[in-house]
């Protein structure tokens, strides 16, 4: 079956010059931007009952943007002044960068890991052993970076700033896609939510990481392209290649 329309679970491309528009142009395909989750702050109350007290902390690890926007959020909800001497540890270098939005670099500590993986983050902590802590994450955090620090034994707490919650499907809307792409467990997990009678049949699925590939097939489902892969890093770089050779079949 020849593809024709794709929904892809995230947001829309912020320009133009997008790949995935590359494959609109080239192939006729239609394609879709709508997220099958949403993120939804956890409110100064219900962070209270967690009983983490954000100054007794010497760094903080975000893992995400969005850990950043809430921690901040929270901070000011709760009427905290963060410390000039508060550390920060970052999972990239895009993270590091979007600190910018609430603190100056120059006043501040900053650290990163310069591959963008969690390793090279845990040997910079290493180096930082005798900070207190705090890990800012989501609800539905994956525990690798716990485990991490506690083969460390470090001291450190983890706070829960924000969930991730099905985004769902209004009655009108349609659901008539060739293929899905999805790029967290939580996408999947929305797609069986809404849809709890799917039957996949030629609808093509693709995924991005390796979490994500394991709750398709977990969910019983085909996958059909799972990204990255050496030759293709990023999803919009093997939608067109995987289009391209769709396409070439009779």
Do not use: W
């Amino acid at each position: 079956m020849k593809i024709k329309k794709i929904l892809v679970s995230q947001p829309r491309p912020t320009t133009d010059k997008s790949p995935y528009f590359d494959i609109t142009e080239k192939y006729g395909v239609k394609i879709d931007f709508r997220p099958f989750i949403k993120v939804e702050p956890i409110l100064a109350k219900e962070f209270r009952t967690q009983k983490v007290n954000i100054l007794e902390h010497s760094a903080i690890i975000f893992t995400a943007k969005t850990g950043i926007d809430h921690f901040f959020r929270l901070c000011t909800e709760m009427r905290i002044t963060v410390p000039e001497t508060m550390k920060y540890f970052c999972l990239s270098e895009s993270i590091a960068l979007y600190l910018q939005k609430y603190i100056q670099f120059r006043k501040r500590k900053v650290f990163l890991s310069e591959t963008g993986k969690l390793p090279a983050l845990i040997e910079l902590i290493k180096k930082h052993a005798d900070e207190k802590y705090l890990v800012v994450l989501s609800e539905q955090y994956n525990d690798e970076i716990v485990k991490s620090l506690d083969e460390l034994h470090l001291t450190y707490h983890i706070g829960l700033m924000y969930r991730t919650v099905s985004n769902d499907f209004k009655e009108d809307e349609k659901f008539d896609y060739d293929m899905l792409v999805f790029f967290s467990p939580q996408g999947i997990h929305s797609l069986l939510k809404n849809f709890p009678n799917f039957e996949q049949g030629d609808i093509q699925i693709a995924c991005f990481g390796t979490t994500t590939a394991q709750a398709v097939k977990d969910a019983n489902l085909r996958l059909d392209l799972a990204v990255p892969t050496p030759q293709c890093p990023s999803m919009a770089m093997a939608l067109l290649q995987f289009v391209k050779e769709n396409h070439k079949k009779k």
